[in-house]
């Protein structure tokens, strides 16, 4: 019993961290449901994504999207996520105390913004293409 309380106090000393690296505030990180919720809307920019957990069978996928996503938001592999699925409690305080930094966003964050930007870069070029006739 006294290793499943340090257990419990290390993973929350390890959230708390982890949601301070990530500009929030490290309480948003403890508190059940709420800690998922912020989770989905810093990776993904819509909190309400956590629901998705509700699916039967889909929420296997999604947990496991989730932790990908969250190594990659600091820049780390997918072994890191491997690590966070099997062994959370060792790898969020890898991830709250080691050097990793966030990167602010995750790609899944960052990628429509570069889509964006290519997308709005080829209009220019044609429409300064049509300016020169």
Do not use: H
Request: glycine share 10%.
């Amino acid at each position: 019993m006294l290793l499943e309380i340090i257990g419990a106090i290390l993973s929350m000393v390890g959230s708390w961290m982890i949601f301070k690296k990530m500009g929030r505030q490290g309480w948003e990180g403890i508190v059940p449901i709420y800690s998922t919720y912020v989770l989905c809307k810093v990776l993904y920019g819509n909190g309400w994504k956590f629901l998705l957990l509700l699916i039967p069978f889909y929420n296997i996928y999604f947990a496991i999207k989730m932790m990908v996503d969250l190594a990659k938001a600091f820049n780390q592999g997918v072994g890191f996520a491997i690590g966070l699925l099997l062994l959370p409690f060792v790898f969020n305080l890898i991830l709250a105390f080691g050097g990793a930094q966030y990167m602010d966003g995750s790609y899944t964050n960052t990628q429509p913004d570069m889509v964006e930007d290519v997308v709005n870069k080829a209009r220019d070029a044609v429409s300064g293409d049509q300016n020169d006739r």
